[in-house]
């Protein structure tokens, strides 16, 4: 294969996890201007660093861990300017369809409002896991723990979902 046919490749996969990705970085960055730019971040991150990826391994878990480390690094250097965002979630529905059901979306809220109270460490394990689908084991990589601690960590997420939502006492 040759270097243009592989690059092109790359770029189509790199385009098929967009959506995967934003919902990824709305789970860490719980604010939609910041999601978005945390994973036009990623995505350029990606590009240029193209030539570290090993082909033939998980494109998705290697994109995902330049976002959560491009997170990191933006929380950090949020906490060092001492700057607190605080976004309105205004016209967080502009352009969604009108004939959604809206009792699903309020559930979806009530989930995502839920999600948003967990600590940093389960609502990564539970985005990843729960709604990205990645096996526990890759997760674990993408975090950077051992799969006993994601396990951890997802167990207590998962409780403290089920606590937020009203399902368990």
């Given amino acids: 294969m040759n270097a ?33 730019d945390l994973c036009q971040q990623t995505v350029e991150r990606a590009l240029k660093s193209r030539q570290s990826w090993q082909d033939g391994t998980r494109l998705d878990a290697w994109v995902y861990r330049i976002m959560r480390n491009q997170w990191i690094d933006e929380v950090r250097a949020r906490t060092r300017r001492s700057q607190t965002f605080t976004h309105e979630e205004e016209g967080a529905n502009v352009g969604t369809p009108g004939d ?14 839920a999600l948003a109270r967990l600590p940093d460490d389960q609502r990564e394990a539970v985005v990843l896991v729960l709604v990205e689908g990645f096996a526990y084991k890759e997760a674990a990589e993408i975090i950077g723990v051992p799969q006993g601690t994601l396990t951890s960590r997802l167990g207590r997420g998962r409780e403290a979902l089920l606590r937020e939502l009203g399902e368990i006492a």
């Fill in 4 to 36: 243009s046919t592989s690059q092109d490749r790359f770029c189509e996969e790199l385009t098929a996890l967009l959506p995967r990705l934003r919902r990824f970085a709305r789970g860490l960055a719980r604010d939609a201007a910041d999601a978005d």
């Fill in 100 to 113: 959604r059901d809206a009792e699903n979306m309020v559930e979806l809220g009530n989930v995502g409002r």
